[in-house]
């Protein structure tokens, strides 16, 4: 049977000094160790075309390694062949035992068998193994070694095709000797130290070039004629040698400079003048402030000191005088902001007090005034006219309680017959305000006391009016639960006695009075309070102090609490002492 | 004077030997594609990159490339790039003074000394001609094609870099190369010491005195302004 498993068939070179073979052999990289993909010059088409297979090159190198490292197909009948084999080791084994007439153990060489066998298989996939990697590696090197060939013709576009060592140096000296060349040229009119020296010839154009240099530099608008007087000998000069057809490049050279000298003396001289101008200022401007110091209040003068303290040619002596003053001013400016301070106070307090402003006067008419006044005299904003309302409410509300409060003291021992009493309680718990209204008439024309229709009549009213609540608390309309439950605090005609009936009340009272307490009060002159508004038979304020002791000992009050008493008092317009 | 040296002639014939010797090794080559006239370098390799594809791509073939050492030269339609089969290349042994070993061993001895030339004190070449020597001591005598091959491109790769690099950091119109435009298809650089188109351009030589109009000089700041001289070096 032929071995399925290759043998190595490639020999190792016979090269002393390198061990092994394949990419052993390639030299390490030296410096760079990025410069197998160094990039030459950027934009050649065709180096696109160079990376692309280069990169396709890389791309088989690395399909190559993959094919190669996958493992072999298993060979056709792997598993018949493996059954074949470990019934040839059994078959071996016991040929070995009945030849040695038991000696031998059948099993024990079967197992030596089969072991070498499974040795053998090991060693051969190893080697199989070992193959694959050497392919690997050889696939590698050759598109290796295709790349660096491609790199290399690259880097090779890049250069000249002749070359010496000084085209990879930088002449430095030579391009400076060039440049001081160029200055001295240029220094010089167009001509060069040899022309200007006679050991070389200028030509008839580097003449010319040099005379138009010379003429712009005498031009309309060139330095020269701004600052050179007229009859200046150097602008004399030149002029002569421009009209000299015969002028040598020293001639119009040493023209052109004496020109540009006598240009920077006057702008010296020039200097000169400008500086002696400056100090006479200064010392100008300080014996004025000596003699005046107000002037140091002109933003213009500060502007001066501050532009002498920061000049650097400014003298020593200069600057301290500009620093004195300069302190002045500062001082003279701390006591201006001050002033203008103030000013500004009084400006803003004055506007303040005389604008005009809408308020609500001590008679409750909304006024314009100026503020200043409404505000000496306590005077409420209109935006007050709110918590005016509801002040007004509450008043409202109170004077309903008061109202109650009287009658159901007045009907104190009288009942009313059960058709009445079922009339009046469905007209106070009628939604329907018409049914209400239907009832209370039916009531009245029923045969009523008067007490009980003052009672009857302030009912309906205390219902309506505390449901003004919802107002002062900031309820909104409230839903028909929120009403029932306000109205439910209301005593009723089924409240079942007076007892009852007044601690109600009084528990509505006490609630009034806590919302009052949220609600600013507007200065009027005639406070909004409870008490306007009682029925007829409520008296008016009577000025005269009852002694609550004495009343209760009267007949009238006879079996009365305290506070029915006080209560009944007090509906009388009279004050209730001890 | 400072020695010229022509680094494509003598890279070409490196690669010239090595082809004659995988040739007369008796290694039947896998593609040969000649240069043209006036082809663009880009042709030619997508050429040789669809030649190699079909008899198993540049993994399978070493490819050495040159124009004839005899020739024209480069930029000219007077040579090929050709590809062996590395496994025939790995079952070949290079024989006993094998002439075309030697011949290869010495065309890259003399571009390394080229390199040298142009970068004396460049390590990549130092270490290049050092290992080179190994191979040259027995003339490669029993090293399998492929290796041979290989080993001989590879010596050749960092120096060449180096010079190359050297020069785009130093020269191409004294501007970095990545911030210039790619030259034109043909534009290549005349050799040294050949005529140069008027006006100059590239590296022209230095010195000599300025060609253009001086500017004026500073006595006079208000005139017009002359063209800046032209400082070539």
């Known amino acids: 049977m032929a071995d399925p498993i290759p043998q190595p068939t490639t020999p190792a070179p016979n090269l002393s000094g390198l061990s092994q073979s394949g990419t052993a052999v390639l030299p390490p990289p030296v410096g760079n160790p990025d410069a197998l993909t160094t990039p030459a010059p950027a934009g050649a088409p065709e180096q696109a075309i160079l990376e692309g297979n280069m990169q396709g090159a890389a791309d088989q190198r690395q399909q190559a390694a993959t094919e190669m490292a996958k493992p072999l197909p298993s060979a056709p009948h792997a598993r018949l062949l493996q059954m074949i084999q470990g019934l040839s080791a059994a078959v071996a084994g016991s040929g070995a035992q009945w030849a040695s007439r038991g000696k031998v153990s059948g099993a024990e060489v079967t197992n030596q068998i089969l072991a070498q066998e499974a040795q053998q298989r090991e060693n051969q996939q190893k080697l199989a193994m070992e193959q694959k990697q050497q392919d690997v590696q050889n696939h590698l090197a050759i598109g290796a070694s295709n790349e660096a060939t491609a790199n290399m013709m690259m880097n ?3 250069l000249k095709q002749r070359m010496t060592q000084s085209d990879l140096e930088m002449k430095g000296e030579t391009q400076t000797q060039a440049i001081n060349l160029a200055d001295f040229v240029k220094q010089n009119f167009g001509f060069t130290p040899e022309q200007l020296t006679g050991t070389a010839t200028a030509n008839p154009d580097q003449i010319k070039m040099g005379k138009s240099m010379l003429q712009r530099a005498i031009g309309p608008d060139s330095a020269a004629i701004t600052i050179l007087p007229k009859d200046s000998p150097a602008l004399k000069a030149a002029q002569t040698v421009l009209d000299d057809p015969n002028a ?5 050279s040493s023209a052109g400079n004496a020109l540009d000298i006598a240009v920077k003396n006057r702008q010296t001289a020039q200097g000169y003048e400008a500086k002696g101008s ?15 110091p107000k002037l140091l209040d002109d933003p213009s003068t500060q502007a001066r000191l501050q532009g002498i303290l920061n000049d650097p040619n400014s003298t020593p002596d200069q600057i301290k005088q500009a620093n004195s003053y300069m302190k002045q001013a500062s001082s003279a400016n701390e006591q201006y902001l001050a002033q203008q301070t103030k000013l500004a106070e009084a400006r803003g307090a004055a506007y303040g007090a005389n604008r005009p402003v809408n308020v609500i006067d001590e008679q409750g008419v909304e006024r314009v005034m100026r503020a200043g006044d409404a505000f000496a005299r306590g005077l409420s904003p209109v935006g007050a006219t709110k ?10 509300i109170q004077t309903g309680s008061n109202s109650l409060r009287q009658s159901i003291l007045e009907n104190r021992g009288s009942e009313f017959t059960t058709d009445q009493e079922a009339k009046l309680t469905l007209a106070l718990s009628a939604h329907d305000p018409t049914v209400m209204t239907n009832e209370i008439k039916n009531l009245m024309a029923s045969k009523l ?39 439910a605090t209301v005593p009723g005609i089924a409240s079942g006695n007076t007892t009852m009936a007044l601690k109600q009340l009084d528990a509505v009272d006490n609630f009034i009075t806590n919302l009052q307490k949220g609600v600013p009060k507007a200065n009027l002159a005639t406070p909004i309070a409870a008490g306007a508004g009682l029925h007829s038979n409520t008296a008016p304020a009577s000025g005269k102090a009852v002694s609550l002791q004495a009343a209760m000992a009267l007949p009238i009050n006879k079996g009365k609490t305290a506070d029915q008493v006080r209560a009944d008092i007090e509906a009388h317009g009279h004050q209730v002492t001890q | 004077m400072a020695e010229t040296v022509q680094l494509h002639k003598a890279f070409s014939l490196v690669q010239e030997r090595l082809t004659k010797l995988f040739d007369e090794s008796g290694v039947k080559r896998s593609f040969t594609v000649p240069y043209v006239d006036g082809e663009p370098a880009d042709a030619h390799v997508a050429a040789v990159g669809a030649a190699a594809q079909q008899v198993g791509g540049l993994t399978r073939n070493l490819v050495t490339t040159t124009h004839y050492s005899e020739g024209k030269g480069w930029n000219s339609g007077e040579g090929h790039t050709v590809g062996h089969p590395a496994a025939k290349l790995r079952e070949t042994l290079i024989s006993k003074k094998d002439e075309n070993a030697k011949a290869a061993l010495e065309a890259a001895h003399a571009y390394l000394m080229d390199i040298k030339k142009l970068r004396p004190d460049e390590p990549s070449v130092t270490v290049s001609l050092a290992q080179l020597k190994l191979a040259e001591q027995t003339q490669a005598e029993g090293m399998n094609l492929q290796d041979f091959g290989v080993f001989i491109i590879h010596l050749l790769q960092n120096p060449t870099q180096a010079v190359s690099r050297a020069h785009a950091m130093n020269k191409h119109g004294r501007v970095h190369p990545t911030l210039t435009a790619p030259q034109e298809e043909g534009q290549q650089q005349p050799p040294e010491g050949e005529a140069t188109p008027a006006g100059g351009g590239g590296e022209a030589s230095a010195g000599g005195a300025p060609t253009a109009a001086p500017a004026a000089p500073a006595a006079a700041p208000a005139a017009a302004p002359a063209p800046a001289p032209a400082v070539q070096g």
Do not use: W, Y
Request: net charge negative.
């Open chain 1, 156 to 158: 090779l576009m890049s």
């Open chain 1, 387 to 396: 918590a005016m309302s509801q002040a007004a409410q509450i008043a409202d």
């Open chain 1, 278 to 292: 400056v100090i006479s200022q200064r010392t100008d401007l300080f014996a004025k402030l000596n003699t005046n």
């Open chain 1, 248 to 252: 040598t490049p020293g001639q119009v």
């Open chain 1, 449 to 487: 006391t008067p007490a009980q229709q003052d009672l009857v009549t302030d009912l309906a009213q205390m219902q309506e009016r505390v449901l003004s609540v919802r107002n002062i608390a900031g309820m909104g309309q409230g839903s028909e639960q929120t009403r029932n439950a306000i109205l």
